[in-house]
């Protein structure tokens, strides 16, 4: 069974930073892409940053890109997103997502395992 466990979401002023882990245990991890995708009240599931498999190459949401970044440890099963500059409209609950294969995607339906999300909060 495949179990995925976001941390590090939280309160922080605009400008702030946090830094976001998900821990990942049961497919081997090393055989996934993998991404970021977060949700505000209302509206869609939207990507907001993807890395392949041996973590060579990143995409991100034009939204995100120069304040992000997504990173993975292979040995500790883990996949990071460090944000910094947080805006008010970054807040919204923030879940990671394995793909269903090697292949970096943008489309929530290609995702088939999904953690259960920790909220990211930035007032103004």
């Known amino acids: 069974q495949v179990l995925l466990v976001e941390s590090g979401g939280g309160l922080v002023q605009a400008g702030g930073s946090l830094r976001l882990s998900c821990t990942y245990s049961?497919?081997?991890?090393?055989?996934?892409?993998m991404a970021w995708f977060r949700q505000a009240p209302e509206k869609e599931r939207e990507f907001v940053a993807g890395?392949?498999?041996?973590?060579?190459?990143?995409a991100y949401a034009d939204s995100v890109k120069g304040r992000f970044t997504i990173s993975r440890d292979n040995a500790k099963n883990t996949v990071y997103l460090q944000m910094n500059s947080l805006k008010p409209e970054d807040t919204a609950i923030y879940f990671c997502?394995?793909?269903?294969?090697?292949?970096?995607?943008?489309?929530?339906?290609?995702?088939?395992?999904w953690g259960q999300g920790t909220q990211v909060t930035v007032s103004s």
């Open positions: 049961g497919r081997t991890f090393s055989r996934s892409a």
């Open positions: 997502g394995t793909a269903r294969g090697i292949v970096l995607t943008r489309t929530a339906a290609n995702y088939d395992y």
């Open positions: 890395i392949t498999i041996n973590g060579m190459s990143t």
